[in-house]
T-cell receptor, first 114, second 114 residues
Framework: AQTVTQSQPEMSVQEAETVTLSCTYD???????LFWYKQPPSRQMILVIR??????QNATENRFSVNFQKAAKSFSLKISDSQLGDAAMYFC???????????FGQGTELSVKP | SAVISQKPSRDICQRGTSLTIQCQVD?????MFWYRQQPGQSLTLIAT?????????ESGFVIDKFPISRPNLTFSTLTVSNMSPEDSSIYLC???????????FGQGTRLTVV
């Protein structure tokens, strides 16, 4: 069975600084998708970024980028120029190809200090 | 992206009663899912809602406790039956327009059982 692990329950970053959230996963499959979701206090799950396993190039979305290391089964999220609005719970998630359902990590609560 | 309306947004219920949560999408989607998020925890998949047939439940979840309907490609309901305080959680509806596209989430239903 696939598993997703986020080893950092809490992280803190100064406004305008950079922070990296860690995620590792375990799977025997070669084709899959990885995601980072953000959940602010409003409870709404918001997709931050997605990575297809077959792509070597790391995904980037504005201030958000990932470091995808397929051999190491590592998928970290880097947030540059952190803003107060980035404060939220961040979940790493895995989905196998043609699978549909998501498997989530435990989450990392990010706080941003002004 | 799909716009998802989930109702109610929150409720406080007496133990032994049932609550039905609705999920309405503004476009036809292939896949609909129901997740549970217990206090301070990550998301766990309850079941995949299948249009016109019985839902597919994950290990640990049963139809008698969480009956699900999906009469068409834009609507689904989840019922939490014979509730106990342990059912106090956030319940989230999620949709994907196709098998390998992003999953979008409703705003969640915060259920408190007293």
């Amino acid at each position: 069975a696939q598993t997703v692990t986020q080893s950092q329950p809490e992280m803190s970053v100064q406004e305008a600084e950079t922070v990296t959230l860690s995620c590792t996963y375990d799977t025997s499959e070669s084709d899959y998708y990885l995601f980072w979701y953000k959940q602010p206090p409003s409870r709404q799950m918001i997709l931050v970024i997605r990575q297809e396993a077959y792509k070597q190039q790391n995904a980037t979305e504005n201030r958000f980028s990932v470091n995808f290391q397929k051999a190491a089964k590592s998928f970290s999220l880097k947030i540059s120029d952190s803003q107060l609005g980035d404060a939220a719970m961040y979940f790493c998630a895995y989905r196998r190809n043609q699978g549909g359902k998501l498997i989530f990590g435990q989450g990392t609560e990010l706080s941003v200090k002004p | 992206s799909a716009v998802i309306s989930q109702k109610p947004s929150r409720d406080i219920c007496q133990r032994g009663t049932s609550l039905t949560i609705q999920c309405q999408v503004d476009s036809q989607v292939t896949m609909m899912f129901w997740y549970r998020q217990q206090p301070g925890q990550s998301l766990t998949l309850i079941a995949t809602a299948n249009q016109g047939s019985e839902a597919t439940y994950e290990s640990g979840f049963v139809i008698d406790k969480f009956p699900i309907s999906r009469p068409n490609l834009t609507f689904s309901t989840l019922t939490v039956s014979n509730m106990s305080p342990e059912d106090s959680s956030i319940y989230l509806c999620s949709v994907s327009q196709r098998m390998n596209t992003e999953a979008f989430f409703g705003q969640g239903t915060r259920l408190t059982v007293v």
